[in-house]
């Protein structure tokens, strides 16, 4: 009883400002300043290029509350679809007639407050004119009526009408095509017809087929779901799916809801949530319209969530007009504001789901650095369109702030996508990530990367071979020998006159490109092995690197009590460095130099790992370089003093950067095995009588930096058998077909040579199918490494059965 005489007393003021003027209207604006603060819904979505829409009541322009109406429309809504007014029946009073005026006057609207029009609806069931549903019609015939309909109807309104509803309806709920006047008359084929006709009137509106309860995964949307698979497939013009959500305050499955609204995504299509209302049976009170809320605002975040989602609209906004309490009866109150205008629970849970998302709105997000061997790294992160319009994006890979890859990314509007890079560092260290515009992660690379590209690594395994790609030649003279004592099996050997000379190691001209192999702007470390063998009565100094040539002079030198590092730059700054160190006849020593040219560098001199002198230089070199000299002066007159080194070099590496004191530990211990080198012997395995060993496979991984050399033995009764495998470089593999007659047990024997760090795994198989793995790692630079290491018994693979036995027979 009381609540009646307050709606009446409501009725009541809403009468008198409707027919009193000015004052009064500041009653109602005073009304709706209440319940409504700026940003709008339109205003909110409109960063995120969603727009959010209502229909537009039958002539809204001459209801008695028609200033409010509009004004309202116009400013939370930036998409109108008339709710009636484009239907048949009101476009099309007699077969001979079109009639727009109703229609114009929406899309009049709709064009002065900057909204879209969304065409509602080509070709349905209902809302049909009498003078076409009572006549019995061909199939001709009538297509032709339909195919007129839609070519000057969608003619008409070519470049207003930014959306058609082209088929509305059209499948029944178990999926089939519903039997409606036009597939009674036409067959299934006026579906597709109608998209083609609508596609040539107006090639840039966007097509879509609209209905009800497609919302979730079921009959009828899945149904939907094939003939757009077959219509894209066939080319037929569609573009989008409109999704009514006529729901109860109840709501429906949201997951279900997202999984449906992805699978038409995938295809491409535009989706649309295009006549949405949420209605609630019987009087609304608190708690329904909390529920209804609820559903409003899940709706829209799955929305939200969806890119391929161009717009959410209502199905009107104001309850006072809306379809629900006659189509019905019994239930009402379904749209956002109430039939007072007033905003409802709804209305704010949609604002506040918009700012939210608006709020999170991060071009970039979720950067992650994942490591996927010492030097690969995997970088992702997710890049994010917060813009309202699609967007191509350079997605940039920043390591200490240089862009080193990019990627081009297409997003729609909200869009979000995973972006992932690979990258191997070439150096170890400790480097700032980034992707786009997230604070940089840091990342330290471990492993011997400082080892992996020097600009010149001579060895002389077979002759004098350079191992890095920079293509540089080392020309032997002198009496230079390759002999069998040096650090990796095979070094170097010089009497006085031998020296090994670099073609331009420090400035190379190539083809009119400065090939530089250590440039003459930046640090540079030399390293190498040597032994010396001091002739008797000479006291040195003797050369061991030289490019001295005016007017730069560039030499380390030793005696028995030290060695001597130094240059001079175009400047006749020289930068010099003294160190005292007992060097025996016949040892090997390990000398690294660090220096650089024309940016401030450490001079370094590191004398079998240890640290022995530093000082800070910035040498401005004048011009190239001579020649690199190994064992050498490269001009003997200019500093006579000096004398031809005598002993053996071995692993010589020019880098063209300064390496640090770890990085030259690790080129130190790169090379540091040979006379450590290691045996692995496997236990002995039984065979059964008859079975013969039929395949060994060795795998050996090493630093990337390394070689090893594996001779691979197997024994059979004790006997070594000639296969013998050898693996050498890096990351190697070999196999080998046996045939090894019978035998009662066998073994492998691995002989490792060179390395700091192996990863050993055999696979053996017998002739009856068994097989047999081992594996062991090794790790010489840590100080795991032991010689003859017991591997344990294998465990055989297939069969099951274990079979080991102990010792040799
Ligand atoms: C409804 C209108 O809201 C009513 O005013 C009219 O009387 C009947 O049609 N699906 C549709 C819409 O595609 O065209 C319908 O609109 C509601 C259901």
């Known amino acids: ?245 006529h729901v109860t305050h109840q709501g429906l499955d949201y997951g279900s809801l997202r999984r449906n609204l992805q699978r038409f995504a995938d295809l491409g299509l535009s989706l649309y949530i295009t006549e949405m209302d949420v209605r609630i049976p019987g009087e609304p009170d608190m708690e329904r319209l909390l529920q209804q809320a609820e559903v409003y605002r899940r709706v829209l975040q799955i929305a939200l969530q969806q890119p391929r989602v161009a717009a959410v609209q209502f199905w009107g906004f104001t309850d006072r007009y809306s379809w629900v309490p006659q189509s019905f009866p019994g239930q009402g109150a379904a749209l956002v504001f109430d039939r007072a205008y007033r905003a409802k629970p709804a209305y704010y849970a949609l604002k506040e789901v918009l700012s939210a998302f608006v709020a999170a709105f991060k071009p970039y997000k979720d950067l992650q650095v994942v490591q996927r061997s010492p030097e690969r790294y995997e970088v992702r992160a997710r890049v994010h369109n917060t813009g309202a319009a699609p967007e191509v994006r350079d997605v940039a890979l920043r390591i200490d702030g240089q862009v080193v890859a990019s990627q081009r990314v297409d997003l729609l509007p909200r869009e979000e996508r995973p972006v992932a890079f690979e990258h191997t560092f070439d150096r170890r260290g400790t480097y700032w990530v980034t992707v786009g515009d997230l604070p940089a992660v840091e990342v330290t690379v471990p492993g011997r990367l400082g080892l992996l590209q020097p600009s010149v690594w001579l060895d002389f395994e077979d002759g004098v071979g350079n191992r890095s790609t920079s293509g540089i030649v080392a020309r032997p003279s002198g009496a230079v020998r390759i002999g069998e004592t040096g650090r990796i099996g095979q070094g170097i050997e010089f009497d006085r006159e031998g020296r090994l000379e670099l073609d331009d190691p420090l400035h190379r001209h190539s083809g009119g490109h400065e090939m530089l192999t250590l440039p003459t702007r930046g640090g540079f470390t030399l390293a190498l092995w040597f032994k010396p063998d001091f002739p008797e009565g000479a006291a040195g100094p003797f050369a061991l690197l030289d490019a001295s040539r005016n007017p730069i002079y560039f030499a380390v030198s030793i005696t028995r009590q030290g060695l001597s590092w130094y240059y001079e730059d175009g400047t006749d700054a020289d930068f010099q460095m003294d160190v005292p160190a007992p060097l025996d006849d016949g040892q090997w020593h390990h000398l690294a130099v660090t220096g650089a040219f024309g940016q401030p560098g450490v001079m370094a001199v590191y004398l079998d790992g240890e640290l022995r002198a530093a000082r800070d230089v910035v040498a401005s070199p004048a011009g190239p370089l001579s020649p690199l000299v190994i064992g050498h002066d490269a001009d003997p007159t200019y500093f006579p003093a000096h004398v031809g080194f005598v002993g053996s070099f071995d692993e010589v590496r020019v880098f063209p950067w300064i390496l640090t004191a770890d990085e030259i530990r690790e080129v130190m211990a790169s090379h540091a ?137």
């Open 1 to 245: 009883m009381h609540r009646r005489r307050l709606v009446v007393a409501l009725a009541v003021v809403a009468l008198f400002a409707g027919l009193w003027g000015g004052p009064k209207a500041t009653a109602w604006a005073q009304q709706e300043g209440d319940v409504v603060q700026e940003p709008s819904l339109r205003e909110l979505a409109a960063p995120t290029g969603l727009r959010i829409g209502f229909a537009s009541a039958n002539d809204f322009w001459a209801l008695p509350d028609a200033a409010t109406y509009q004004r309202l429309a116009a400013r939370e809504f930036d998409i109108l679809t008339p709710e009636n007014q484009m239907k048949w029946d009101s476009l099309r009073p007699a077969p001979d007639r079109f009639d727009f005026e109703a229609a114009e006057r929406h899309v009049a609207f709709a064009a002065a407050h900057g909204m879209q029009v969304h065409g509602h609806t080509l070709v349905w069931h209902n809302q049909l004119p009498a003078w076409l549903t009572t006549t019995r019609w061909t199939h001709d015939a009538l297509e032709g009526v339909l195919e007129e309909h839609i070519r000057r109807v969608v003619g008409h309104f070519r470049g207003r009408v930014a959306v058609w509803d082209v088929v509305n309806e059209a499948l029944d709920e178990d999926g089939r095509l519903r039997e409606s006047f036009w597939y009674v008359n036409l067959g299934p084929s006026y579906i597709e017809k109608a998209f083609t006709w609508a596609r040539e009137a107006d090639p840039d509106a966007i097509l879509i087929y609209n209905d009800y309860n497609i919302e979730v995964v079921n009959a009828k949307s899945d149904a939907l779901y094939e003939m757009m698979v077959d219509f894209k497939r066939r080319g037929v013009p569609v573009d989008g799916i409109g999704f009514q959500m």
């Open 673 to 809: 095995y040979a006379s450590q080198a290691g045996t692995h012997v496997t236990e002995w395995v039984s065979l059964e009588p008859g079975e013969t060993l039929r395949s060994l496979t060795v795998h050996a991984s090493v630093g990337a930096a390394e070689r090893v050399e594996a001779t691979v033995e197997t024994s059979l009764d004790g006997q070594s058998v000639s296969e013998r495998t050898t693996l050498t470089v890096g990351d190697g593999e070999a196999t080998h077909p046996l045939a090894l007659g019978p035998a009662r047990c066998f073994r492998i024997r691995t002989v490792l040579d060179g390395f700091s760090a192996a990863v050993l795994e055999y696979e053996a198989a017998s002739s009856s199918g068994r097989r047999w793995l081992w594996s062991t790692t090794e790790d010489w630079a840590r100080g795991s490494w032991s010689s003859n290491v017991d591997l344990g018994a294998p465990w055989p693979v297939e069969p099951a059965e274990t079979s080991t036995a102990a010792g040799p027979l």
